[in-house]
């Protein structure tokens, strides 16, 4: 299973932006969708996941209060809600699916490119 990571964008800080990750195939009950983020010089770091089958949801600190991840098993596609941006948030975000919960990207898989979120001051 594939999965593609759209919709970010240049915002100000303070907006708001909603990233989709697409999954090419449907995405089994067990699975884990993770997203996470990687700054210029920086290593990838987990910013949020969703076990798809009881939508139980995990978030970083830094995003805890901000960010909302769903997901919808019709569209075997996640979201991430990413409100109130802060300049800290830019990087590019990817999105990946793992068996188990996971907050390093190792166990993930299926990563495709990811989508660029800068936002200005």
């Known amino acids: 299973v594939q999965l593609q990571a759209s919709g970010g964008g240049l915002v100000q800080a303070g907006d708001s932006l909603r990233l989709s990750c697409a999954a090419s195939?449907?995405?089994?009950?067990?699975?884990?969708v993770g997203w996470f983020r990687q700054a210029p010089g920086k290593g990838r770091e987990f910013v949020a996941a969703?076990?798809?089958?009881?939508?139980?949801?995990y978030y970083a600190d830094s995003v805890k209060g901000r960010f909302t991840i769903s997901g919808v098993n019709a569209e075997n596609t996640a979201y991430l809600q990413m409100d109130n941006l802060k300049p800290e948030d830019t990087a590019v975000y990817y999105c990946?699916?793992?068996?188990?919960?996971?907050?390093?990207?190792?166990?993930?898989?299926?990563w495709g490119q990811g989508t660029q979120v800068t936002v200005s001051s």
């Open positions: 990946g699916r793992a068996s188990e919960l996971a907050y390093a990207p190792a166990p993930y898989k299926g």
């Open positions: 195939s449907r995405l089994f009950s067990s699975s884990v």
């Open positions: 969703i076990r798809w089958g009881r939508k139980s949801t």
